[in-house]
């Protein structure tokens, strides 16, 4: 079936370095995309979101990017922290069918900040 | 305040028994969810009820049953265990709106089946 998946499953960056974090999506139906964080122990956490009718959402030292013509979706940490350190994870939901149809998550990143 | 909260925060129990795993949220969100994260961290829908009426049954087996007796409610129920069902359980909310589709995640119930 369609899914969302992501590249790289372990992404190691110095601390302090700009990391950033790739996931491909297969539903073109799609129009609405969030980054979760999920800590160790932890339900996963909203950081940004972004509609199919935006290409570019910047929030405090995140940028997600969309090209909904290669279907790919992309989140950039700026001046990355050790608090950074977690697994991330896109989600999209088809909007079209009301919204409480639930997130469809890709497979996860390891983001590891090294000192 | 914690916003969605799950209890047990940790599950451990024998193949073959029945349990039952209880989410509140209050956000006063009218939509809540069950999603299932396995041993990988792939994290996958189960449920989601819209004002106490079930919405998604994403080919879950039907030993898993969820009852949502209020909308700030969403109860798992789990019938004959099996050692597959051994996960992390999380539940979610969120307020459907043509705006936004944010959900937000409770800590999670970590299922162990012996």
């Known amino acids: 079936g369609e899914s969302v998946g992501l590249h790289l499953p372990t992404l190691s960056v110095q601390e302090g370095d700009n990391s950033i974090i790739n996931c491909a999506y297969s539903?073109?139906?799609?129009?609405?995309f969030i980054w979760y964080k999920q800590e160790s122990g932890k339900g996963p956490q909203f950081i940004i979101d972004i509609r199919s009718n935006m290409d570019k959402r910047q929030g405090q030292r995140v940028t997600v990017l969309l090209n909904k013509t290669v279907k790919h979706l992309s989140l950039q940490i700026a001046a990355t922290q050790p608090g950074d350190s977690a697994v991330y994870f896109c989600a999209e939901i088809d909007g079209s069918g009301g919204g409480a149809d639930g997130l469809t998550f890709g497979k996860g990143t390891h983001l590891i900040i090294q000192p | 305040d914690t916003a969605v909260s799950q209890t047990p925060k940790y599950l451990v129990t024998q193949m073959g028994n029945d349990k039952s795993i209880k989410c509140e949220q209050n956000?006063?969100?009218?939509?809540m969810y069950w999603y299932k994260q396995d041993s990988k961290k792939f994290l996958k829908i189960m449920f989601s009820y819209n004002n106490k009426e079930l919405i998604i049954n994403e080919t879950v087996p039907n030993r898993f049953s969820p009852k949502s007796p209020d909308k700030a409610h969403l109860n798992l129920h789990i019938n004959s265990l099996e050692l597959g069902d051994s996960a992390v359980y999380f539940c979610?909310?969120?307020?459907?709106?043509?705006?936004?589709?944010?959900?937000?995640f409770g800590p999670g119930t970590r299922l162990t089946v012996l």
């Open positions: 956000l006063g969100h009218d939509t």
């Open positions: 979610a909310s969120s307020q459907v709106s043509l705006f936004d589709y944010e959900q937000f």
């Open positions: 539903n073109s139906a799609s129009d609405y």
